[in-house]
């Protein structure tokens, strides 16, 4: 039997397990398509696949570490993912990416090619760690730029004769979806179901792990504690928020020089060397022939 033959068996197990995952995840993007809105909040990539996730759950479940369940429970749940995704289910998802990702390079390099396997499967498994990371720097780089705009409108409210209370609510029915809309909806939330609103501020800030979330909320638990004036907190941290935010942008500008260094030496003196050098070139040669 030839080399070429004996690898035929294993590259159509491979084809059509790869086959078996595609009509698994096709089936289950079919029946989440009618599902609701909280489950359009799980990304395309992760639907797709919650059908072969959930077939490895039980395997799963008994590896992952109580300090990293805990961690992407809380990554997770920041970002409005949980609970339709469980930190297990979260794990089980990124297994499936790198399963996918190793038997497509084994399919495309062969039954020898288990090293670009391996490979491939490991990277595909990190991918997910890495978009989750993404997702979560954005979401507080977001709450950071919008939330001195809600603290003035805070302010406005509660030195206008309404309630901080009445204040969140406003902002949930009137501001457009982002994560600090959410932050205030899931206070609110935690207020209705009988949390007093320090402790609530206090607990939601300490699940986005925010800083200035966690810096608002301590100071609002303090001017309660002591019967200060909310309206004068409010904007004592809005003034905060507004100065950070200006100093992060002028340190973003100052960074700005640096990271056009690497574009103009490797991209734009290139080509004006070569813009510049080959009108001489050429009429150096056209000389020297004469």
Do not use: Q, S
């Given at each position: 039997m030839t080399p070429v033959a004996?690898?035929?068996?294993?590259?159509?197990s491979i084809a059509v397990a790869i086959a078996a995952f595609v009509l698994l995840c096709v089936r289950t993007h079919a029946q989440n398509r009618g599902g609701n809105a909280e489950t359009s909040l799980v990304p395309f990539g992760l639907r797709i696949c919650r059908g072969p996730a959930l077939l490895l759950v039980p395997v799963v479940s008994g590896l992952v570490p109580p300090a990293y369940e805990a961690r992407a429970l809380r990554m997770l749940d920041?970002?409005?993912?949980?609970p339709q995704l469980t930190p297990v289910l979260w794990v089980a998802s990124r297994a499936v990416h790198g399963l996918a990702a190793a038997g497509v390079a084994l399919t495309l390099g062969g039954a020898r090619s288990w090293v670009i396997a391996v490979l491939a499967g490991i990277s595909g498994f990190?991918?997910?760690?890495?978009?989750?990371?993404r997702v979560n720097l954005e979401r507080e780089r977001q709450i950071a730029r919008e939330l001195p705009a809600y603290l003035d409108l805070l302010t406005v409210c509660v030195e206008a004769g309404a309630t901080l209370t009445a204040g969140m609510r406003l902002i949930v029915a009137q501001a457009p979806e982002s994560p600090l809309r959410s932050y205030f909806d899931r206070v609110l939330r935690e207020v209705r179901g009988g949390r007093p609103r320090a402790q609530a501020f206090?607990?939601?800030?300490?699940?986005?792990?925010?800083?200035s979330l966690t810096t608002l909320?301590?100071?609002?638990?303090?001017?309660?504690?002591?019967g200060m004036s909310l309206g004068q907190i409010l904007r004592t941290q809005s003034g905060q928020r507004t100065a950070e935010r200006f100093a992060r942008a002028e340190r973003l500008a100052m960074q700005a020089?640096?990271?056009m260094l690497g574009p103009l030496i490797f991209c734009i003196f290139p080509c004006t060397f070569i813009v510049l050098?080959?009108?001489?070139?050429v009429r150096m040669v056209e000389a020297f022939r004469a």
């Open positions: 004996g690898c035929l068996p294993a590259a159509f920041a970002n409005g993912l949980h990190m991918v997910g760690g890495l978009w989750l990371r206090t607990y939601v800030a300490g699940i986005h792990a925010v800083e909320a301590n100071a609002l638990a303090h001017a309660e504690g002591a020089p640096v990271k050098a080959v009108p001489i070139v």
